[in-house]
């Protein structure tokens, strides 16, 4: 099989510029088209882009609506498609109608798409108005379906709470059905899962399956001192790389102020969907 590079990137939490919220002062939004910006001028060319929730922090149909010509705009800068999942600070209606502009519905946003021959599966893990994630049995059905018939290059399943657990994180941030998603799966074409939420680089393997954990766009989130959790500003990427030998998953760095956003008590991490 061929090559087949792509970009994941995670947790942008964009709104639109009108809105206040606490990350308002940070231009978000400047950082995705600064990423995209990096993508065009090192060459990259990969063949799509995945983004894994938390498109926005709160979003409104204004702030899908703005977040999409943001996304559109990278898309058209590297003539690679961007394709998306919701994350816990997403809202299914106001995204179907600024982002997809469709009717508002409150169904599951999830997919199956192909690109040179690799499939790409995009679930919704986001549960409207929580902070954890599980994949609905709806979409686990309809995953086992899809699985049973494999692709030429393989499967990525992206979702935006992970599988594996990450140090200094209580466990409701990973996804709570995981070993039911884990049963359909395991034994598939599934080379890769891919995910957000955690805000730092976490990688690893479930039940053989690479899974990994991208850092977000908007912050990183890292254990400040023994008490204390800290957000701090951070750009990257990964590049992954599906050859038909296995994947690999390269982790970009971009240039930023490492600037303290928030600081607050591990405690809280439990409580609050800052994340
Ligand atoms: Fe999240
Ligand atoms: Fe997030």
């Not at 502009?101 to 679930?123: C, H, K, M, P, V």
Request: aromatic share 8%; with cysteine.
């Amino acid at each position: 099989m061929e090559t087949i590079k792509f970009v994941h990137l995670t947790d942008t939490h964009m709104n639109a510029p009108q809105t206040d919220n606490m990350f308002s002062k940070f231009n978000l939004a400047g950082k995705v088209t600064r990423l995209f910006e990096h993508l065009r001028d090192t060459n990259v060319a990969p063949a799509f882009v995945i983004v894994t929730g938390d498109l926005s922090h709160e979003g409104g149909v204004e702030d899908y609506a703005y977040i999409r010509q943001v996304l559109d705009q990278g898309s058209t800068m590297i003539g690679a498609p961007v394709y998306v999942v919701l994350g816990n600070h997403d809202h299914r209606s106001p995204f179907r109608e600024g982002f997809l502009q469709q009717d508002a519905s409150e169904d599951a946003y999830f997919y199956s798409i192909t690109i040179n021959g690799l499939r790409l599966i995009g679930l919704n893990s986001q549960v409207p108005g929580q902070h954890h994630g599980r994949i609905d049995e709806q979409q686990l059905a309809w995953l086992e379906e899809t699985l049973s018939i494999p692709a030429e290059n393989g499967t990525i399943v992206a979702l935006h709470h992970p599988l594996l657990s990450v140090n200094g994180m209580p466990d409701d941030h990973v996804l709570e059905n995981r070993k039911q998603l884990g049963d359909v799966i395991v034994g598939t074409d599934v080379v890769g899962v891919l995910a957000g939420h955690v805000h730092s680089n976490n990688v690893g393997s479930y039940h053989g399956i690479c899974s990994v954990a991208a850092t977000g766009t908007a912050f990183a989130g890292e254990l400040a001192d023994e008490e204390n959790y800290r957000m701090i500003d951070f750009l990257g990427y990964n590049l992954v790389t599906v050859n038909g030998e296995g994947i690999s998953v390269q982790s970009v760095v971009l240039p930023s102020s490492q600037e303290e956003y928030f600081r607050f008590p591990i405690a809280l991490l439990a409580v609050e969907t800052n994340h």
